[in-house]
């Protein structure tokens, strides 16, 4: 079998989604989620004028030397542009090898570990009493686990928190806009916010919150302590992963549990934090972090220590990245949750989906590959409207983490 051409998709059904497409001789293609949120053209122009060229000729099925061809093969590795394109490579060739093996993609990772995946939905309040009508109304959806975040008295843009009633969109038109921050009032706001939760919802649903890199290692033990009491399922990035030995801290101070590594693109981000146990899940998603051959060495990596998976899924995911992540949470043994949010309906207008979400849960058929289609013809009436991500910072001026 061999690779005869392949082209990048970019479409904008509300929000960009860019899509690799790769053919082979045998009338068998692949598709693989290149979406990089505010970075799309970059990938894209990456995978046109370096990858694709590289991929024309070689056998589809040799897939973890084509991994290690584009990583180690590389002078010039890793980054998130580089491993966006080589996770959506890896996740076309594993599309490709199931649809010519006939059968779904988890038969090819371990087969089935359960039937369906939990996953968490996301409740975003303007203010406190908003967000816990917000998780209410998720919970009346059938969830069974919900992130809640808030926006902050005296902070004027809480990042993702929506000012109108609306899709959870962080990325706005254009250039990145630049928001303002102050930890001193999200520390004090935040544990009110699970008290209010759990008062209104029990220990009913799993809460989680997202601290979105926003706080020191010191500032971070503190909210994990205070937030003891209100038993989250996780606290995530509460602290810029870049410094792993930076957790420590957090985790002499506080049992909440910590889930870190959407903005991570590799193995070697995770190291510190799994072998010294220093997390409790892994979130670097299949479209970032090197798909589905590197993210399953990750997590079975990650398994030895007794850390779970709770891949990354927002909507700037594409439903080739969702599928193909319920694919191999129905395979792990150490699944721990799945996150989702729902893509708006003209998404799916574009991209033919085979999975289903009941009563807290997703489920997939048993399609051969990943199992999702993309109608090129729709996704032409959607062009790639420019959009970025914001930029922080602190309320004195000074550049702020992500
Ligand atoms: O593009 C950025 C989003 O994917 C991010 O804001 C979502 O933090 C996020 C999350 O946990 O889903
Ligand atoms: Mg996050």
Not at 3 to 32: E, S
Not at 301 to 322: C, E, K, R
Request: charged share 25%.
């Amino acid at each position: 079998m061999k690779i005869t051409d392949a082209k990048i998709i970019i479409t904008c059904p509300g929000r960009n989604f860019v899509t690799l497409k790769i053919n082979t001789d045998q009338g068998i293609f692949g598709l693989g989620d290149a979406t990089l949120n505010g970075m799309e053209k970059p990938v894209a122009s990456f995978l046109e004028s370096y990858c694709i060229p590289v991929l024309l000729g070689k056998d589809p099925r040799n897939t973890e030397d084509i991994w290690h061809y584009f990583y180690r093969g590389v002078y010039w590795k890793r980054g998130s542009v580089a491993m966006t394109a080589l996770s959506a490579i890896d996740m076309a060739l594993w599309d490709i090898k199931g649809k010519a093996l006939n059968t779904p993609l988890y038969n090819l990772i371990g087969g089935k570990s359960r039937e369906k995946v939990m996953v968490y939905a996301h409740a975003n309040g303007r203010n406190l009493d908003d967000a816990i009508i917000q998780a209410g109304s998720e919970k009346e959806k059938g969830f069974r686990a919900i992130r809640i975040q808030s926006g902050i008295p005296g902070i004027s843009d809480a990042y993702g928190v929506p000012k109108e009633e609306g899709f959870y969109e962080p990325a706005h038109k254009g250039l990145p806009k630049e928001e303002y921050w102050n930890t001193a009032k999200y520390l004090d706001y935040i544990p009110r916010l699970f008290e209010k939760a759990r008062e209104a919802f029990g220990n009913e649903v799993h809460l989680l919150h997202d601290v979105h890199h926003r706080c020191t290692p010191i500032e971070a033990a503190r909210l994990a302590k205070e937030l003891e009491p209100f038993h989250l399922f996780w606290l995530e990035d509460p602290v810029s992963g870049e410094l792993q030995e930076g957790l420590r801290l957090i985790r002499k101070h506080s049992s909440t549990p910590l889930a870190i590594g959407e903005v991570f693109n590799s193995v070697y981000d995770y190291t510190t934090l799994i072998t010294e146990q220093l997390i409790d899940y892994v979130r670097m998603p299949l479209s970032h972090g090197g798909g589905i051959s590197h993210v399953k060495k990750v997590a079975d990596f990650a398994a030895i220590y007794h850390i779970q998976t709770g891949f990354h899924g927002a909507t700037d995911l594409s439903p080739v990245n969702l599928a193909a992540s319920i694919h191999i949470n129905l395979a792990l043994n150490n699944f721990g949750i799945q996150e989702y949010m729902p893509h708006q309906d003209i998404v799916n207008e574009v991209f033919k989906v085979n999975y289903r979400f009941e009563n807290g849960f997703l489920t997939i058929d048993d399609t051969p590959g990943i199992g999702v289609d993309i109608d090129e013809e729709k996704a032409a009436r959607y062009p790639y409207i420019m959009a970025s991500l914001p930029v922080n910072r602190k309320e004195d001026g000074t550049m702020f983490y992500w």
